[in-house]
């Protein structure tokens, strides 16, 4: 079976392909100082409360976060007796190179869901992806990664504004019922989820006229579904885009699950 693993900035994903389908999929929180026997221990728990029996014989890593890669190095070559895939890496190919400016190293995971994407919803895409940073990654008529905009997450922000200003309170993502707050809460929230909604509208608008061609917008990660309620910002959202990407680029590279 085939482990994939998405280690973000603030969560890592780990998910087990069977060669027809993913049968499980746990997250954890993302701490470069984790061993791999402590990832071992965590994984096969999880594996056996799942009664998960078949054994684990490829792994796919995209990472933001490098200083994970050792100890996942680790515990795919102790524990699996394998060599993981790491996205990013020369060993490792993609469906499409990416065309950006020259030395520019683009993030793993964005390699990875614009391989996703383009394999599920063809060309001229945009990809808006709600993580600790939320990203926006066009994909061409070809399926190459050709640049983005980044800008804060929405939960980093709501962060910043509770770290900066000590009269505001720390609140949840929420879509409030109305846009003008009766509140400090109703106030910050509808400041947060509509601005979003705003960012989202008006980066994908200012994308499409630059790009000069029809364009369909893909929302992943978890707060999408939340800001598709805002308005129909997205033509589909996938939940499970990076897994799927990695699957993807895993099999372009002659692995077998």
Same mark, same amino acid.
């Given at each position: 079976m085939l482990l994939c693993i998405d280690c973000g900035n603030t969560n890592t994903v780990f998910s087990i392909w069977n060669g027809e389908r993913f049968v499980a999929?746990?997250? &954890?929180?993302?701490?470069?100082? #984790? @061993?791999? *026997?402590q990832y071992y221990v965590w994984l096969s728990t999880l594996m056996n409360l799942q009664k998960i029996e078949a054994k684990i014989t490829e792994v796919i890593i995209? @990472?933001?976060?490098?200083?994970?890669?050792?100890?996942? #190095?680790?515990?795919?070559?102790?524990? $699996?007796d394998c060599r993981p895939?790491?996205?990013?890496? +020369?060993?490792?190919?993609? +469906? =499409? &190179?990416p065309r950006v400016d020259p030395g520019t190293r683009v993030g793993p995971d964005r390699l990875v869901n614009a391989a996703a994407a383009f394999d599920l919803h063809g060309g001229d895409l945009i990809v808006v992806d709600f993580g600790t940073a939320t990203t926006f990654d066009v =994909? /061409?008529? /070809? %399926?190459?990664?050709? %640049?983005?905009?980044?800008? !804060?997450g929405v939960n980093l922000s709501l962060e910043a504004l509770h770290m900066a200003a000590a009269a505001? +309170?720390?609140? *949840?993502? &929420?879509?409030? /019922?109305r846009v003008i707050g009766k509140n400090t809460v109703e106030c910050m929230q509808a400041g947060? $989820?509509?601005?979003?909604?705003?960012? =989202?509208?008006g980066i994908c608008e200012r994308i499409k006229a630059?790009?000069? #061609? !029809?364009?369909?917008?893909? %929302?992943? %990660?978890?707060l999408a579904p939340l800001f598709a309620s805002g308005e129909a910002l997205f033509d589909d959202i996938q939940d499970d885009l990076t897994m799927h990407g990695l699957r993807i680029i895993h099999d372009l590279n002659g692995k077998t699950a």
């Open positions: 999929t746990w997250r &954890a929180s993302t701490e470069h100082q #984790r @061993t791999a *026997d995209s @990472t933001t976060v490098p200083r994970v890669v050792f100890n996942l #190095r680790v515990l795919c070559s102790r524990y $699996f895939l790491v996205v990013g890496k +020369p060993e490792c190919r993609l +469906p =499409v &190179a =994909v /061409d008529t /070809d %399926g190459a990664y050709i %640049g983005g905009v980044i800008a !804060p505001l +309170p720390h609140v *949840d993502v &929420a879509r409030p /019922d947060v $989820f509509w601005g979003y909604v705003g960012l =989202v509208n630059e790009h000069e #061609r !029809p364009m369909r917008v893909i %929302g992943t %990660g978890g």
